[in-house]
């Protein structure tokens, strides 16, 4: 499972969110800015801008030219056809010999020059389902390329996840930086009281008026890192995001185990494609039957014993049955048969995998909420050692360093609750992400 890990005050990656967050800036394909956005519009921007999903209207135009030109299979098919020769030699009938009655019969010598120039139309009557089965076969490819874009934009969420909820969380820390500065504040006019009435030493200020400078800086860094989820995820989703957006906390749902991911359906689809591969094989070999008409013009013409070029024409029935297509039938069927079980046998492994994550996911899900729980009891001593400490140090029981820790050990205590609980939601959604509910 991939978390959002705590983002520290001085983290190593500042450089190069700051350097994202500046190259964005010259990004101006963006809508205007929303003042609130959940995950689920998100989600759905990210879909619709994502340049991948020009692939669906590509694929569904192909589908139907490629229909189209499969229909067009019972269209009459013309062809025109032309040869010229010369022979050495041609039929000739001998009359010698014959009696005397039949001596003034004489026939005529064909010419060794010779030519034919015929046009011939073929209409299909019966093609043995080819045409059909064709047409199966063409939707079958669409839908499973359509479902395969599916399975790439729907990895799209683990990466709006991982944005979304790393902006989250760092809005959480700058609330939680805006609460510890008052705290601190609130010492310091208290102490700066007691600096007036000569309880306290200017030196006690100076310190604490240290740590708010401290804790400003560390607002700053978080602010960019802020900024720089902010434009990625708005590069995403095609959105200009600023300080004035909020980001809708997620509602915790029930978890579904029952698993849909898109890519079932794309095994179904490729299963598919096969069957209706197996049913073009049949039809190709079964028996071709249609009616043609031939007409042209050549010498000698149908009649042999004409010596002139004439016109002529031939109509009539073919039947066409190459039977050499069933030596390889069963071989092909076969080898059908084994990308259907190596199909199969992805689908397995997919689901294989997908268990083994959930079951990863849902103990990381039990995990967090424990931690959820300590860290509450954590906060609850904390705060009470806190106010202790700063009751002592109001008094000079304690030092300012002393107060400082402590005020830090409740700090990064509420830091560790607010991790844990971005966590938890990022942990829930990426379950059922990984479930496709």
């Known amino acids: 499972m991939t978390r959002i890990t705590y983002i520290k005050y001085y983290s190593p990656m500042k450089n ?12 101006n394909g963006y809508g205007q800015s929303p003042k609130s956005i959940s995950l689920d519009d998100c989600y759905k921007l990210a879909r619709q801008n994502y340049p991948l999903i020009k692939q669906h209207d590509l694929i569904e ?40 009655a039949f001596s003034h019969l004489s026939f005529p010598t064909l010419p060794l020059e010779q030519f034919n120039l015929h046009g011939e139309v073929d209409q ?22 359509q479902q395969n874009v599916e399975v790439q934009l729907y990895a799209l969420k683990d990466r709006i996840n991982q944005l979304y909820f790393g902006a989250l969380l760092i809005d959480e ?10 705290d601190i504040q609130s010492s310091i006019d208290k102490m700066q009281a007691g600096v007036t009435n000569g309880t306290a030493l200017q030196s006690s200020v100076n310190e604490l008026q240290a740590e ?4 400003q800086q560390n607002k700053i860094e978080l602010q960019a890192n802020h900024k720089a989820y902010l434009d990625m ?109 190596n199909i199969d046998i ?20 039990i995990r967090l909420r424990s931690m959820i729980d300590k860290d509450e009891e ?37 830091q560790s609750l607010n991790l844990h609980q971005i966590q938890l939601l990022l942990a829930e959604e990426s379950y059922q992400n990984t479930t496709g509910n």
């Open 16 to 27: 190069i969110l700051l350097l994202f967050s500046l190259l964005l800036l010259g990004y």
């Open 61 to 100: 135009k192909t589908k139907n030219y490629s229909i189209e030109n499969a229909a067009k299979g019972y269209y009459p098919q013309v062809n025109f056809n032309g040869q010229a020769t010369y022979q050495s030699a041609v039929t000739e009938i001998a009359i010698s010999g014959l009696p005397a």
């Open 124 to 145: 299909t009557i019966y093609d043995g389902g080819v045409i059909k089965q064709q047409k199966q076969s063409d939707m079958a490819n669409a839908d499973a390329q």
């Open 173 to 182: 820390q700058i609330k939680q930086n805006d609460l510890t500065q008052k």
């Open 212 to 215: 708010v400078l401290q804790q």
């Open 233 to 341: 995820l708005g590069v995403f989703t095609s959105q200009q995001y600023d300080t004035n957006t909020t980001l809708q906390i997620p509602i915790s749902v029930a978890i579904s185990d029952s698993i849909k991911r898109p890519e079932l359906s794309l095994y179904d689809f490729q299963k598919k494609n096969d069957d209706v591969q197996e049913k073009i094989l049949n039809s190709a070999n079964r028996p071709k039957f249609s009616f043609f008409a031939q007409g042209g013009y050549a010498l000698p013409g149908l009649n042999a014993f004409d010596v002139n070029p004439a016109l002529y024409y031939i109509t009539g029935f073919r039947l066409s049955w190459n039977l050499g297509g069933y030596y390889t039938l069963n071989n092909q069927k076969q080898i059908l048969e084994i990308d259907k079980q």
């Open 346 to 365: 992805q689908k397995e492994t997919f689901l294989f995998n997908t268990h083994v994550t959930l079951k990863q996911q849902s103990s990381d899900i």
């Open 378 to 414: 954590i906060i609850a001593k904390r705060l009470a050692v806190k106010e202790a400490s700063k009751a002592q140090m109001e008094n000079g029981v304690v030092t300012i360093h002393e107060y400082i820790s402590e005020l830090d050990a409740e700090d990064q205590a509420r």
